[in-house]
């Protein structure tokens, strides 16, 4: 049987105005950003881009840390009035570690 794409498309009528909407809404948040911060949009997201979680599991259990802070981070989380995030968290311990033999 020959493979055939089919275009399904279910929207609602409310769609287009609510996909406006959160549109709207991101844009007023970027501006809000960028007028507290004191920094363009661009550069507020390449720099907090470069911030990453890794997440470590193992016999143990699980362990999430994240990159170092740099000044310009900090900076922005300052003027943003938000607390960074903390350099380690989400640890759970495993009960009973695995059996490795």
Same mark, same amino acid.
């Given at each position: 049987?020959?493979?055939?794409?089919?275009?399904?498309? #279910?929207?609602?009528? /409310? +769609?287009? %105005?609510?996909?406006?909407? !959160?549109?709207?809404?991101?844009?007023?948040?970027?501006?809000?950003?960028?007028?507290?911060?004191?920094?363009?949009?661009?550069?507020?997201?390449?720099?907090?881009?470069?911030?990453?979680?890794?997440?470590? #599991?193992?016999?143990? /259990? +699980?362990? %999430?840390?994240?990159?170092? !802070?740099?000044?310009?981070?900090?900076?922005?989380?300052?003027?943003?009035?938000?607390?960074?995030?903390?350099?380690?968290?989400?640890?759970?311990?495993?009960?009973?570690?695995?059996?490795?033999?």
């Amino acid at each position: 049987m020959p493979y055939v794409k089919t275009s399904v498309r #279910t929207t609602r009528s /409310g +769609t287009p %105005r609510y996909h406006v909407i !959160l549109c709207w809404l991101a844009l007023l948040l970027m501006r809000v950003a960028e007028n507290t911060a004191g920094r363009p949009w661009a550069r507020i997201r390449d720099e907090l881009q470069r911030q990453h979680a890794v997440t470590w #599991t193992g016999p143990a /259990g +699980t362990f %999430r840390q994240v990159t170092d !802070l740099t000044k310009p981070q900090r900076d922005i989380y300052t003027a943003l009035n938000i607390e960074p995030p903390r350099r380690s968290s989400l640890w759970t311990r495993r009960s009973q570690p695995p059996d490795l033999h």
